[in-house]
């Protein structure tokens, strides 16, 4: 079972317009055992959400019951009174004015919005907006038109209400807003779950192909899970899922961070949590972290002017390593050779960032990456260096950056010290998953740092431990769903 349909009574919603249950909300209050061990997502269609009507308790019990609701008690009582929801009307009114031009030059005096999905095209973002502020599924906007358009008024729009020719656009909207883009054949085991994975398909180094997780829609759906691809335009649709996998490169300074916001405002299990991003993107954060552990880490040193620097070229030596605090995957990480290098370099990044971080550079051939998941070892790879660089990507090359190879290993077949380092690390983030960089060394191993958007690709992560790890991966998710 995935989804339900709540009507105030029978026909409200003609039963051919969607394959889904459609029952009354009396019936849905009246009967708590109706889909007991199940987590479907509820539709509330109810003709009224006023306080302490049945549409009221209808999400308010779902909520109880442990199924996901739009609208939520939450939404109903913010849109109970324009005081409750002034705060979202600028915002609101800035993308409402932007249409106008699309529009032809004048808004009408009302809009409906079905789960984010406007009249038109023109609508799009205004739409897509609302239905980010006030997840609900018909909503109705009063405009006010004039050189600024603003907006009088927000509220529910019933069924009851609705002409045929809007019951069929919403008839529509919820198609849209329930289907599923990477349904594979049919399995023995229906799908109890929906994960979302979200994806740039234009970004350049992805932490997973979409080929990769195409791979592991085919084993998680043996278990029960369907997953589907979404990108940073789905926020609105985020709620539809019971989980989240982040599969582009995270910032706490764009979308990724605010969906995973948003998937833990939602009780949903999600990797990479907020938390775990907080830490990972910050070098001097980790440094500071691994430092207290006592997880070995190279000679490090933290750089707030340039004052610093002699005494960094003192404790270090050169060559040496220096780091803005938010670098990933070989960005924003340089290599300094003399002083006159570590000036230059260090006072253009010294622009933009208030702290840097130097550290003893530890030349190896390639670098360990341990997959750790829940506090445990989930993969082992090497990854090998750029061909005639010092990283394992090399950005600087002209056109598409150069990646140096890999080694995939057993968890068996890896030296237990690299283990046991890559565990305590990332035991000190989190509980989700994480990729833990580290150079063995004649003097001992250390961490070079922990990711929080690892890379797993089919073919190379995996590739040791086979599909253990996309079935681990998926249990993970499952395990929290079910606690």
Not at 166 to 185: D, G, N, V
Not at 428 to 445: F, H, N, Q, R, W
Request: aromatic letters at 10%; charged letters at 25%; hydrophobic letters at 40%.
């Amino acid at each position: 079972m995935s989804w339900v349909i709540l009507t105030g009574k029978k026909g409200d919603l003609d039963e051919t317009a969607t394959p889904y249950k459609i029952i009354t909300n009396r019936d849905y209050l009246a009967h708590p055992a109706l889909f007991r061990g199940q987590r479907p997502k509820v539709i509330n269609l109810s003709s009224s959400y006023a306080y302490q009507s049945r549409g009221y308790y209808a999400s308010l019990l779902a909520s109880s019951r442990g199924h996901r609701v739009i609208p939520s008690v939450e939404t109903m009582i913010d849109l109970s009174a324009r005081k409750l929801y002034e705060n979202a009307l600028p915002e609101l009114e800035q993308a409402l004015n932007r249409c106008r031009t699309e529009l032809g030059g004048s808004f009408p005096s009302t809009v409906s919005v079905f789960f984010g999905i406007g009249p038109e095209k023109a609508w799009e973002r205004f739409a897509k907006l609302l239905f980010d502020w006030f997840r609900a599924p018909a909503l109705e906007v009063v405009i006010k038109d004039g050189e600024w358009a603003t907006i009088t008024r927000i509220g529910f729009r019933a069924l009851s209400r609705m002409s045929s020719e809007e019951k069929e656009r919403f008839t529509a909207s919820l198609h849209t807003y329930t289907s599923r883009q990477w349904r594979e054949s049919r399995t023995r085991v229906p799908a109890r779950y929906g994960f979302a994975t979200l994806i740039d398909p234009r970004e350049e180094l992805p932490p997973s192909s979409v080929a990769s997780l195409k791979h592991w829609s085919r084993i998680a759906a043996r278990m029960g899970v369907e997953v589907e691809p979404i990108t940073k335009k789905d926020l609105p649709r985020l709620a539809n899922f019971d989980a989240l996998f982040i599969r582009e490169t995270t910032s706490i300074s764009n979308h990724t961070y605010r969906f995973a916001r948003r998937a833990e405002q939602e009780g949903m299990p999600v990797i990479d949590d907020p938390l775990s991003m907080i830490r990972c993107t910050n070098k001097v954060y980790l440094n500071e972290l691994m430092t207290t552990h006592r997880v070995p880490v190279p000679p490090t040193m933290m750089i707030a002017g340039t004052a610093d620097l002699e005494r960094a070229a003192d404790l270090l030596g050169f060559p040496l390593v220096l780091k803005t605090p938010d670098s990933s995957f070989s960005r924003g990480v340089k290599k300094a050779a003399n002083m006159a290098e570590l000036k230059a370099l260090a006072t253009k990044w010294l622009e933009d960032s208030d702290l840097l971080i130097a550290q003893k550079f530890l030349p190896t051939a390639f670098d360990w990456r341990i997959g750790v998941l829940d506090g445990r070892p989930l993969f082992s790879v090497q990854y090998l260096m750029a061909k005639k660089h010092w990283q394992i990507v090399n950005h600087e090359r002209q056109g598409r950056p150069d990646e140096g190879g890999f080694r995939s290993f057993t968890l068996a077949d890896t030296p237990s010290d690299v283990l046991d380092i890559a565990v305590r690390a990332a035991r000190c983030i989190g509980s989700g998953l994480y990729g833990v960089d580290l150079k063995a060394t004649p003097e001992g191993v250390y961490v070079i740092e922990v990711n929080d958007n690892p890379n797993l690709d089919h073919g190379c992560e995996d590739a040791g431990e086979k599909d253990a790890v996309w079935t681990s991966l998926t249990q993970w998710f499952i395990d929290r769903l079910e606690r």
